[in-house]
C-alpha cells in the first residue's frame, strides 16, 4: 500500500508550524512562520485571528514545497488552550480573540465559582468560560453563531465544518470530560447553548478539505480534517511518554506541567485540570498547570542569541538561591492561582549571567513546586520527566532542574507539538483502516 502523508500544525504564542510524517511516523519534512506579538494593555491580551490565518496559508505553501502534495491524507491543528474567539454563521470572526493569558474577566470568573464545581477547569477569569461570558456581558455575543478556540476556528477554515471543539479544548469553557456532556450549571450563567460547540475526542475526522482550500494548495478532496487538542497536550503526545507517572514540561513561552496518571485531578484553587488521553487503547488522564512563568520572561531580559552566549558560562551545581518567582506581569494560574501575585526578580545581580541562572532557578522552583503540589493533589509524583519547548535545549537549565527535582530528564522522542497535531492526524486514517 502506498504511505500516505500527515500534516499537524500547530499554533504557539510567538508562530505557526507544520510538521508532515508518513504512516510510520517518519518526518518528510517542516516549516513555520513567525506571529506578531498579542496586543497588551493591562489584563487585556487579544490578536487578530487573520493573523493565524495567514500564518498557517503561510506555513502550508512552504511545507508543500517538500512533499507530493498529492499524498497528504490528513491534516490536525493544535492551538493555546482558552484562547477563545466569536464567529459569525459563515465562521467570520466578530472581533479580535482574547488569548489564553487575558486575564480581565474576574468578575465573570467570580460568578462561575458561585454556580460551577470547584473541580472544573472554566474556573479563574484566564478560562475561556470567563472570557465567554465577559463577551455576553459586553453585549458581544449577540450576532455570534459561535464561539471557537484558536484550533477549532482554523480547523474549520480548512474544512468549512463549524461548532466542533476537541474535549481537551472544551474543558476550559466548562465541557464535563468525566460524563461527556455541557453541564446543567452552564444555564444558571444564561450561556446560550447554541454558542457551544459540539464536542469529540482529538483524532476524530471531521470533515474532508473544503473544494477551496484543496484548490488553493492542489491537495487531495478527501484529504481528512482532523479534530486536534491544545498546544501542550500536542507536545505530550509528541514526547513518547504513555506510562503513568511519567510527565512532560513544557519550557515555551510559559511553563506547563503534565503527568499521566490513572485518575482525574481537578483543583480550581490551584489551577489544577485533568485532561482525557487514550494511550493503546487504555483510557488515562493528563493532570497537570500551566504556569504564566516561562521563556516570556526571559526574553523580557534577554535574546535568544544573548542566552545562547551566557549559557557556557552557567554555574548550574552552585545554586545562587535567590529565590526568585519570575513573572511578565502580576498574575499567576498554578501552582498558585492568584490574579494579583507579583512578580520577585530582586535583588538584581550585577552580572547579567548570574541574573539569568537566578531567572532559570526561580522557573525550576516553580516547576518542583507544581509537581509536588499535583502530589498532595493525588497524582502520581514524576518516574521520570521529558522535556519540550526551546528551553530543553539549555543544558545548564536541565541540570538545574533535574538537581531540583529528583527525578531523570529524559530526551523527548520528538519535542514539537505540530508532531502531536500530525499524530493525532494519522491516528484518524489509520482507525479507517482498521489499523490499531
Known amino acids: 500500500m502506498p504511505t500516505s502523508l500527515h500534516i499537524g500544525i500547530d ?6 508550524r507544520a510538521i508532515v510524517i508518513d504512516d510510520s511516523g517518519h518526518p518528510h519534512g517542516e516549516a513555520s512562520v513567525g506571529l506578531p506579538a498579542p496586543q497588551r494593555d493591562g489584563a487585556r491580551c487579544e490578536q487578530d485571528p487573520a493573523l493565524w490565518w495567514q500564518a498557517v496559508t503561510d506555513c502550508l505553501q512552504r511545507l508543500l514545497t517538500q512533499i507530493p502534495a498529492s499524498d497528504v491524507a490528513s491534516i490536525a491543528v493544535d492551538g493555546t488552550s482558552a484562547t477563545l474567539l466569536l464567529a459569525d454563521a459563515d465562521g467570520r470572526p466578530l472581533g479580535p480573540a482574547l488569548m489564553y493569558n487575558d486575564g480581565r ?4 470568573a467570580t460568578r462561575i465559582a458561585e454556580v460551577a464545581p470547584a473541580d472544573t477547569a472554566a474556573q479563574g477569569p484566564a478560562s475561556a468560560l470567563a472570557k465567554l461570558l465577559w463577551l455576553q456581558d459586553a453585549g458581544l455575543t449577540r450576532a455570534a453563531r459561535y464561539a471557537l478556540h484558536q484550533a477549532d476556528w482554523i480547523a474549520a477554515r480548512l474544512s468549512g465544518r463549524l461548532g466542533v471543539s476537541d474535549v481537551n479544548n472544551a474543558l476550559k469553557l466548562g465541557f464535563d470530560a468525566r460524563r461527556n456532556e455541557w453541564p446543567d450549571w452552564l444555564d444558571a450563567l444564561r ?10 475526542a482529538p483524532g476524530t475526522p471531521l470533515a474532508p478539505l473544503s473544494a477551496d482550500i484543496a484548490r488553493r ?3 487531495p478532496k478527501d484529504t481528512l480534517v482532523v479534530a486536534g487538542t491544545t498546544d501542550s497536550t500536542a507536545a505530550f503526545l509528541a ?3 504513555s506510562r503513568p507517572g511519567e510527565a512532560v514540561t ?3 513561552s510559559t511553563l506547563v506541567l503534565k503527568v499521566i496518571a490513572e485518575r482525574p485531578v481537578f483543583d480550581a484553587r490551584h489551577g489544577v485540570y485533568s485532561q482525557p488521553l487514550v494511550v493503546g487503547g487504555q483510557r488515562r488522564w493528563l493532570v497537570g498547570g500551566a504556569s504564566n512563568s516561562g521563556g516570556a520572561v526571559l526574553r523580557q531580559f534577554f535574546t535568544d542569541a544573548r542566552m545562547d552566549e551566557m549559557t557556557p558560562h ?3 551545581t552552585r545554586r545562587l538561591c535567590l529565590h526568585y518567582y519570575p513573572l511578565p506581569t502580576p498574575g499567576e494560574r498554578f501552582p498558585v492561582n492568584d490574579p494579583q501575585l507579583a512578580p520577585r526578580m530582586t535583588p538584581r545581580p550585577r552580572d547579567d549571567t548570574r541574573f539569568f541562572q537566578a531567572l532559570l532557578e526561580g522557573i525550576g522552583r516553580i516547576e518542583k513546586r507544581g509537581y509536588d503540589l499535583l502530589a498532595g493533589l493525588g497524582a502520581p509524583y514524576p518516574v521520570s520527566v521529558r ?6 535545549r539549555n543544558p545548564a537549565w536541565t541540570t538545574i532542574r533535574q538537581s531540583l527535582l529528583g527525578v531523570p530528564l529524559l530526551a523527548a522522542r520528538h519535542s514539537e507539538a505540530a508532531m502531536g497535531a500530525a499524530l493525532l492526524a494519522r491516528s484518524a486514517r489509520q482507525t479507517d483502516r482498521g489499523t490499531p
Open 11 to 16: 499554533l504557539g504564542t510567538s508562530g505557526v
Open 105 to 108: 474577566a474576574t468578575a465573570q
Open 191 to 200: 450561556i446560550p447553548r447554541s454558542l457551544l460547540p459540539g464536542v469529540v
Open 217 to 219: 494548495f492542489g491537495l
Open 239 to 241: 514526547t513518547g511518554a
Open 250 to 252: 513544557s519550557l515555551g
Open 314 to 316: 552557567l554555574r548550574p
Open 387 to 392: 522535556s519540550t519547548g526551546g528551553g530543553a
